[in-house]
C-alpha cells in the first residue's frame, strides 16, 4: 500500500469525489500533477494489477472512461503511487507499473525506426530517450519490459507486443558489449547480452 508523507492525514475522499475534481482539471489535456502540493489524505482501497485492471474496493472499475480519467491524474513519489488534484492526494497500490503497453507501430529501419507505443488507457508515444525502453529479469529468467510513458510513470510492455519487439530486433555495441535489442527515435535500447543468446 502507498504510503503518506507523514503529515496529519485529512478526511479520506471517496473515489467519486476524486473522479469530480479530476474531470474538472482533465479537461486542457494532462493535468500538471507534478507541480501540485495538496495535503496527504489517506490511502485509498484502489489497486491496478499487473495487467492494467484497476479495483476500487475489490471490485474492477468497468468505466474505461472513469479508468482513464484516474491514470490522468496518477503520480509516483519515490516508490509510492498517489491520485493527486489540487486539493487532494491519495496513496494507492500499483502492483507493477500504472500503465500497460497493448500495441506499438513501427516505422523506419535501422537507427531511424521510430516504435510508437499506445497504451491500455489511450496514451500514444514514440519510445527514445525521452520515452526510453527497459528489460528486467527475474532469478527464473523472465523478463519484464517496460517503458517511460510520462514523467516516472512506465507501462509493462505486454507478452505479443514484447515478442514482436524481439522480432524486429538488432544486434548493437552497448557499453562496449554486443547487445541484442531494438532501435527507436535514434537510440538503442538493449534486450539482452548477444553472449546470452541461444
Known amino acids: 500500500m502507498a504510503k503518506g508523507n507523514g503529515a496529519q492525514k485529512l478526511d479520506l475522499p471517496s473515489a ?3 473522479a469530480a475534481s479530476a474531470s474538472e482539471v482533465a479537461k486542457g489535456g494532462l493535468p500538471p500533477v507534478e507541480k501540485w502540493d495538496p ?7 484502489m489497486r491496478i494489477a499487473r495487467d492494467g485492471t ?3 474496493l ?3 472499475i468497468g468505466r474505461a472512461g472513469l479508468v482513464k480519467l484516474f491514470s490522468s491524474i496518477i503520480r509516483k513519489d519515490g516508490d509510492d503511487y498517489f491520485l493527486v488534484t489540487p486539493v487532494e492526494k491519495v496513496g494507492i497500490t500499483v502492483e ?3 500503465f500497460v503497453a ?3 507501430d513501427a516505422v523506419g529501419d535501422g537507427s531511424a525506426q521510430k516504435l510508437r507505443f499506445e497504451t491500455h488507457v489511450g496514451d500514444r508515444f514514440i519510445a527514445g530517450p525521452e520515452n526510453p525502453i527497459r528489460v528486467e529479469y527475474s532469478q527464473d529468467g523472465e523478463p519484464s519490459p517496460y517503458v517511460l510513458v510520462r514523467r516516472n510513470l512506465e507501462a509493462l510492455i505486454d507478452r505479443k507486443s514484447f515478442y514482436r519487439l524481439v522480432d524486429i530486433g538488432a544486434h ?11 532501435w527507436s527515435g535514434g537510440a538503442f535500447f538493449p534486450i539482452i547480452r548477444g553472449s546470452d543468446l541461444p
Request: charged share 25%.
Open 16 to 18: 467519486e469525489s476524486i
Open 39 to 45: 495535503p496527504f489524505c489517506g490511502d485509498l482501497d
Open 96 to 98: 507493477d507499473a500504472p
Open 54 to 56: 484497476w479495483f476500487y
Open 58 to 60: 475489490g471490485t474492477p
Open 172 to 182: 548493437a555495441e552497448h557499453e562496449g558489449e554486443d547487445w541484442f535489442g531494438v
Open 102 to 104: 497493448i500495441d506499438f
